[in-house]
């Protein structure tokens, strides 16, 4: 496993639309260790391919630092409710944003062994979801932010 460089704001690939997952192969499994081990290192929560330069569709996700969600080709089928709330980004590095996002959502995908799961969540996990998603089509928190970043002090570090 090894620690990968984040893309930044700015970079081109952070804008790209991810290709699907036809298969595990060693390699795809690698880079998931090393998302998981990038994610952990910079205390995010979540964490997208291409945050770290693969136009592949998958995202890892640990809201609890109990058990990652691994999603490969992930998509929402179900939201509903709304919550407004502080959201930052590992590839905007000591920046915040006021986002809306939906409260519940329902996601879908494969896992690490490419079998179906269902993923179900509320609040931190769904703007989790949400926001991770949004980077396998190219898109960013920042374009969702109600008014100006904001720098982020040491107490806002919780959230990714």
Known sequence: MAIRNIREYGDEVLTKT??????????????IEDMLETMYDANGVGLAAPQVG????IVVIDTTGEDPYILINPRIVE????QTGQE?????????????????VKAVALDVN??????EGTELLARAICHELD?????????????PLQDMTYEDEEEE
């Not at 991810?18 to 192969?25: D, F, G, H």
């Not at 939201?79 to 709304?82: A, L, P, R, V, Y």
């Not at 590839?91 to 986002?99: C, E, H, L, R, Y």
């Not at 980077?135 to 008014?147: I, S």
Request: contains cysteine; hydrophobic residues 30%.
């Open 18 to 31: 991810c290709k699907e997952v036809k298969e595990m192969t060693p390699r795809t499994k690698e880079l």
């Open 54 to 57: 693969i136009l592949k569709r």
């Open 79 to 82: 939201s509903s409710g709304e």
């Open 88 to 104: 930052g980004c590992l590839s905007v590095p000591g920046k915040f944003g006021i986002v809306t996002r939906p409260n519940y």
């Open 114 to 119: 490419m079998k179906p799961i269902e993923v």
């Open 135 to 147: 980077h396998l089509d190219g898109h960013l928190y920042v374009e969702k932010a109600e008014g």
